[in-house]
């Protein structure tokens, strides 16, 4: 489980995180993205650090608009390289492009990036681990674990006595929402 609802009463950027995204149902293929991304981008740095930079990243990401990044060229990853407002590693935004271009392709197989999501349930961590890895670059076991919980396709975001997670458990997950 993580640990935000203790640190989201530090910053305010955490707060604001904390209190509207973080662990709230999406099916967005933008938001979903962006989360998988920006995720990405923590690892090996502090959450605090990639919220600051996440307007930047969304900027230089083209509002993480999969059809925009996945025809980046390696002159266009040059360049995010060589941009000093946002984090400047090229193995996670060469992961962003192939990533942008993963869920492209679930459009065909899948009719989108969250109906994949929503097709593979149930997992638990270590399953949903192994499958991102077949499919995604850059996504260990805890950056996988985030972006589920982040994006409340895995429970346990908020500890029990948040009072976010009150909020979030009046709304149905998306993969209850769809048609058997």
Known sequence: MSNYCNIATGHPIHRLYHDTEYG???????????????????????????????????????????????????????????????????????????????????????????????SQHPKNSKEWSVLFKQYFKFTGAVVVNEFLLSTGYLPGAHSENCPIASIISGIKPPWQNQKV
């Not at 990639?50 to 307007?55: I, P, Q, W």
């Not at 590693?89 to 990533?99: D, F, P, R, S």
């Open 24 to 118: 709230f149902p999406t099916t967005n293929e933008c938001e979903l993205f962006e989360r998988l991304t920006l995720e990405i981008f923590q690892a090996g740095l502090s959450w605090l650090i990639v919220l600051k930079k996440r307007e930047q990243l969304k900027r230089a990401f083209r509002g993480f608009d999969v059809n925009h990044v996945s025809r980046f060229t390696k002159s266009d990853i040059e360049l995010l390289k060589s941009e000093p407002s946002i984090i400047r590693n090229q193995l996670k935004i060469e992961a962003t492009v192939y990533n942008a271009s993963v869920i492209k392709a679930f459009r065909k197989s899948h009719g989108g990036f969250s109906n994949w999501l929503m």
